[in-house]
T-cell receptor, first 113, second 112 residues
Framework: AQSVTQPDIHITVSEGASLELRCNYSYGATPYLFWYVQSPGQGLQLLLKYFSGDTLVQGIKGFEAEFKRSQSSFNLRKPSVHWSDAAEYFC???????????FGDGTTLTVKP | NAGVTQTPKFRILKIGQSMTLQCTQDMNHNYMYWYRQDPGMGLKLIYYSVGAGITDKGEVPNGYNVSRSTTEDFPLRLELAAPSQTSVYFCAIGTANNQPQHFGDGTRLSIL
């Protein structure tokens, strides 16, 4: 069965600093991978997705993620964090056959002024 | 969120009551999903649908029922509400590669 682990429950960074959120997955083949962001009281917004091809994926709001098959990872990065990036971030792995996704438990990002 | 509308936004139920959470989309996508999100956790799939008239169970279907009579609507029904069903419920639709791409703003449900 597929699974997703987000090792960091909570991360705090200073505004303007770089950010990396970790995501490790378990899946039997090449997965579909996603990162979502959730602001308080809101639904999830898709930041970026990986289906195939180039392993470095660009998303919205200046985020990018890199798929590393050898490490079963799909870490999210941003070179310079803004205060508005404070939110909950979820990594998800999609079942390529059935159209379902398994979500990690999320990482809460706090941005210090 | 554009494209997926959930109603109501908030609801308090008593134990044993029933209710239907509504989800409507205007993007004409075949795949629709219902998730629940408990505090501090990721989303768990309750049911999903690959098109009108076709539904299937997800990871946590017990205590819920769904129907999909049209492409636009995918209601989720709670029968005999229990405190364990207190959660935030999200509806989503599938676009590229039929993965959940667009989410509604959620229904916050408390059962007392």
């Amino acid at each position: 069965a597929q699974s997703v682990t987000q090792p960091d429950i909570h991360i705090t960074v200073s505004e303007g600093a770089s950010l990396e959120l970790r995501c490790n997955y378990s899946y039997g083949a090449t997965p579909y991978l996603f990162w979502y962001v959730q602001s308080p009281g809101q639904g999830l917004q898709l930041l970026l997705k990986y289906f195939s091809g180039d392993t470095l994926v660009q998303g919205i709001k200046g985020f990018e993620a890199e798929f590393k098959r050898s490490q079963s990872s799909f870490n999210l990065r941003k070179p310079s964090v803004h205060w508005s990036d404070a939110a909950e971030y979820f990594c998800a792995v999609g079942d390529t056959n059935a159209g379902k996704s398994t979500f990690g438990d999320g990482t809460t990002l706090t941005v210090k002024p | 969120n554009a494209g997926v509308t959930q109603t109501p936004k908030f609801r308090i139920l008593k134990i044993g009551q029933s209710m239907t959470l509504q989800c409507t989309q205007d993007m004409n996508h075949n795949y629709m999903y219902w998730y629940r999100q408990d505090p501090g956790m990721g989303l768990k799939l309750i049911y999903y649908s690959v098109g009108a008239g076709i539904t299937d169970k997800g990871e946590v279907p017990n205590g819920y029922n769904v129907s999909r009579s049209t492409t636009e609507d995918f209601p989720l029904r709670l029968e005999l509400a229990a405190p364990s069903q207190t959660s935030v419920y999200f509806c989503a639709i599938g676009t590229a590669n039929n993965q959940p791409q667009h989410f509604g703003d959620g229904t916050r449900l408390s059962i007392l």
